[in-house]
Nanobody
Framework: QVQLVESGGGLVQPGGSLRLSCTAS????????MGWYRQAPGKQRELVAT???????NYLDSVKGRFTISRDNDKNAVYLQMNSLKPEDTAVYYC????????????WGQGTQVTVSS
């Protein structure tokens, strides 16, 4: 098991940047994949970006080229650098840990609000 705590959300203008952080309660090198999901008002939760313990990344098409996911095993943390933010990016962002590739064994943070508005 692992506990996840997100931070870094806030209110920004379109075109601005934010860096989200997710800190895990234990070493993350043994976790298969970690990622970020988001849920906008009136919409289903969607995958934004993931990164495996081997460094393989995957992104939602609409954020490719704007968002970058990374991990720092020494700090037990994953990050989401968000640039060129758009109003459509407004959502609650959740950190996720997928402990194994073989079956669903997911843990979630409490979420952090990102609002993009002029």
């Amino acid at each position: 098991q692992v506990q996840l705590v997100e931070s870094g959300g806030g209110l920004v203008q379109p075109g601005g940047s934010l860096r989200l952080s997710c800190t895990a309660s234990r070493n993350i090198d043994s976790i298969y994949a970690m990622g970020w999901y988001r849920q906008a008002p009136g919409k289903q939760r969607e995958l934004v970006a993931t990164i495996t313990n081997g460094g393989v990344t995957n992104y939602l098409d609409s954020v490719k080229g704007r968002f970058t996911i990374s991990r720092d095993n020494d700090k037990n943390a994953v990050y989401l650098q968000m640039n060129s933010l758009k109003p459509e990016d407004t959502a609650v962002y959740y950190c996720n840990a997928d402990l194994t590739m073989w079956y669903a064994d997911d843990y979630w943070g409490q979420g952090t609000q990102v609002t993009v508005s002029s």
